[in-house]
């Protein structure tokens, strides 16, 4: 069975940072692009960053661009986020997901192009 689970959500103040981690099961990491996603309540899920099945290529939300830093580590089959900085508007859940075809850099982050997503993992960002 081909799962996602995120890990690392949690409550942090403004300023801090965590580290999200996505671990698969099922299927090999590698093979796929992969991308971090998140739904405040009330809005629509937006992609926050994606990097590419080579790790090449990577894409940023403007809002967390000089913030958050995706990674990926095909030995251990993990992709992570790294978020510093953080700020109220982070507040959110966050998902990962995978997806096996490349695509245009301009599309990288089109949540419509992902097959597989995880549950999702709770950050609050609040003092």
């Known amino acids: 069975q081909l799962q996602l689970v995120e890990s690392g959500g949690g409550l942090v103040q403004p300023g801090g940072s965590l580290r999200l981690s996505c671990a698969a099961s099922g299927f090999t990491l590698r093979n796929y692009a992969i991308g971090w996603f998140r739904q405040a309540p009330g809005e629509e899920r937006e992609g926050v960053s994606c990097?590419?099945?080579?790790?090449?290529?990577?894409k940023y939300a403007n809002p967390v661009k000089d913030r958050f830093t995706i990674s990926r580590d095909d030995a251990k089959n993990m992709v992570y986020l790294q978020m510093n900085s953080l700020k109220p508007d982070d507040t959110a859940i966050y998902y990962c997901?995978?997806?096996?075809?490349?695509?245009?850099?301009?599309?990288?982050?089109?949540?419509?192009?992902?097959?597989?997503w995880g549950q999702g993992t709770q950050v609050t960002v609040s003092s």
């Open positions: 990097i590419s099945r080579s790790g090449s290529n990577t």
């Open positions: 997901a995978a997806r096996g075809r490349d695509t245009t850099i301009q599309r990288m982050c089109d949540p419509s192009l992902f097959t597989y």
